[in-house]
């Protein structure tokens, strides 16, 4: 006999999740060891009293020979199971389901033969034997197989059982003639013992069937905890290593005072911000906006970022930067995926500066002189669109001290509050913005952003954030 390997074409025999689970394995074939050790244990608790007693009689010898013999089979087929089971689990292997129905027809068919042994005896009267304490033995074997966890191997027992019991009742009624049985059960008890003990095998069957369900629903949810706990261990990772791409320290560019701020929606975010120094001593801020949060748009921007300073040296020109920064990413992103993203080129000598907006928004320039607050719309279609990007030319901007140029990515401003019953949810909203920044723009760049922020979590009103927000604010000083 060979232990066959746990593959996909085990499963019409066990099932799918032992298949594909190996701690379902490992418990079904823990569930049939310790069957094993509790008929052992029966058999002990049987085997001590008797061993005990004292026979006289030729008859109470036969029977004290019989059980014995019986008992040693059943330990026999134990052991060699418990063997068996021990080095499937060490080898991560099923027992061939033949194997278990053999063992369990064996098993069921130990009670027929002490049964009929007595008969042919002649140790009891036949009637006497068909209604002795071994038939009680069947239900004992029966309801010990539900550790087994298969509940076709409970209907197996409880037939095997059943049509054994049958043919001994046969046997004696072809031999022994039909006439009222004496001593014995009434005639209607027999029938009775032949439909308990199929009774027993059906609902034998459904209990195994209800534990089965329970430890696959146990180790499904653990498994689903484990994958769970993994994701997040990765995400964290991933979150790490975002977060350590966000520049370190803020930017020294004579005449500015410049902030930024980022907090993801989910562990990993689809937002960044950047800002380099170019060889000609010019500095470039950008901020970008993956479609989408989470994982993908992460790896997206850690791609959009390596680009960007890749080739900001050679493309100091911002619309040359737009056009080879799209062109890569229109490569390399599949079709639906697009980004957002703003270049601010700040000339390093003096306050003026360009900017192109390749699709983003919302992008707000308070003036201090006029007190006014306007939006600047964006001179391009996002990234990725076409693998030919068209532009208009940057805008040109020139900052006097107290002028706040404020980057911002649309979480901020789509952000929701919940309405009344019946009412619909309320944004943030542009209108807003404006009025949060006019209101908060003497204060210096990172101060700023933070009094902007509690004005947004203020509206929110404690609504769960539902996208990524990222805040980049340049100051004229």
């Avoid at 929606?265 to 950008?286: E, F, H, K, R």
Wanted: charged letters at 20%; one cysteine or more.
């Amino acid at each position: 006999m060979t232990i066959e390997p746990t593959t996909s074409r085990r499963s019409g025999a066990y099932g799918e999740v032992a298949a594909r689970s190996r701690a379902f394995r490992e418990a079904l074939l823990k569930s049939q060891e310790r069957r094993a050790y509790a008929v052992i244990v029966l058999l002990l608790v049987i085997a001590v009293p008797l061993s005990g007693l004292r026979f006289s009689s030729p008859t109470e010898v036969y029977l004290k020979v019989v059980g014995a013999i019986a008992g040693l089979l059943l330990l026999v087929v134990q052991v060699w199971s418990i063997g068996a089971l021990r080095w499937a689990r060490r080898h991560d292997k099923l027992i061939p389901g033949w194997v278990d129905a053999l063992s369990v027809a064996v098993e069921c068919s130990v009670p027929t033969g002490v049964i009929l042994a007595h008969i042919l005896l002649g140790a009891v009267a036949p009637y006497v034997a068909v209604s002795s304490p071994p038939i009680l033995a069947y239900g004992l074997l029966i309801t010990l197989t539900t550790l087994r966890l298969r509940p076709g191997l409970c209907l197996l027992g409880g037939a095997v059982a059943a049509c054994g019991y049958a043919g001994v009742l046969a046997y004696v009624w072809v031999a022994k003639g039909s006439e009222s049985p004496a001593p014995g059960w009434p005639r209607p008890g027999y029938a009775m013992a032949l439909l308990l003990l199929l009774s027993n095998g059906a609902v034998a069957a459904w209990v195994a069937r209800q534990i089965r369900s329970h430890v696959e629903a146990a180790l499904d949810e653990a498994e689903t905890r484990r994958k769970m706990e993994r994701v997040e261990r990765d995400l964290l990772v991933a979150r790490t290593i975002q977060q350590s791409l966000l520049p370190r320290s803020r930017p020294s560019v004579p005449g500015f005072d410049i902030a930024a701020w980022n907090r993801p929606a989910d562990q990993t975010g689809g937002d960044y911000y950047d800002w380099q120094l170019l060889p000609d001593g010019n500095w470039i801020v950008t901020l970008a906006d993956v479609s989408g949060h989470g994982i993908g748009p992460a790896l997206v921007t850690a791609a959009c970022r390596a680009y960007v300073r890749a080739s900001s040296a050679h493309h100091a020109d911002l619309m040359s930067l737009a056009t080879r920064v799209n062109r890569l990413l229109a490569e390399d992103l599949p079709d639906g995926r697009f980004i957002t993203m703003v270049n601010v080129l700040i000339d390093g000598s003096g306050g003026s500066l360009a900017l192109l907006s390749a699709g983003h928004g919302p992008i707000v320039l308070y003036v201090k002189a006029t007190g006014g607050v306007e939006s600047i719309g964006s001179q391009a279609l996002p990234l990725a669109v076409t693998p030919e990007l068209e532009t208009d030319p940057p805008r040109r901007l020139e900052l006097k001290p107290g002028d706040v140029l404020a980057l911002v990515t649309d979480g901020i401003v789509e952000w929701a509050r919940e309405g009344g019953a019946g009412a619909v949810r309320e944004e943030f909203g542009l209108e807003r913005l404006h009025a949060s920044l006019s209101r908060h723009a003497h204060l210096p760049a990172a101060e700023l952003i933070e009094a902007v922020v509690r004005d947004v979590g203020a509206f929110a009103g404690g609504t769960a954030q539902q996208d990524d927000l990222t805040l980049v604010v340049l100051k004229a000083v």
